[in-house]
Nanobody, 115 residues
């Protein structure tokens, strides 16, 4: 099994910055993708940013130029640096890891953008 733990969420003012982190542990042997999704009440979970195996990161149009995803393969970790945050960025942010054809999810970390 694989476990994902997110951290770094919290309350931030509009225009502010925040970094969320995700570390994976357990039986990890072939990661094909790892990234961040977010979800608000009543809505589907949506892609924010993710790495696929050997490729450049993919970003949602709504966060391009404001968010940056990075990773540390040695630590099985992925990070999301969020800048110029807007109230509509408020959501629970989830980390996802895909190993071969199985997806693993963290429990999420809440990000609230409000004055």
């Amino acid at each position: 099994q694989v476990q994902l733990v997110e951290s770094g969420g919290g309350l931030v003012q509009p225009g502010g910055s925040l970094i969320v982190s995700c570390t994976a542990s357990g039986r990890i042997f072939s990661v094909s993708a790892m990234g961040w999704y977010r979800q608000t009440p009543g809505n589907q979970r949506e892609l924010v940013a993710a790495f696929a195996s050997g490729g450049s990161p993919t970003y949602a149009d709504s966060v391009k130029g404001r968010f940056t995803i990075s990773r540390n393969n040695a630590r099985n970790a992925v990070y999301l640096q969020m800048s110029s945050l807007k109230p509509e960025d408020s959501a629970v942010y989830y980390c996802k890891l895909r190993q071969i054809t199985t997806d693993y999810w963290g429990k999420g970390t809440l990000v609230t953008v409000s004055s």
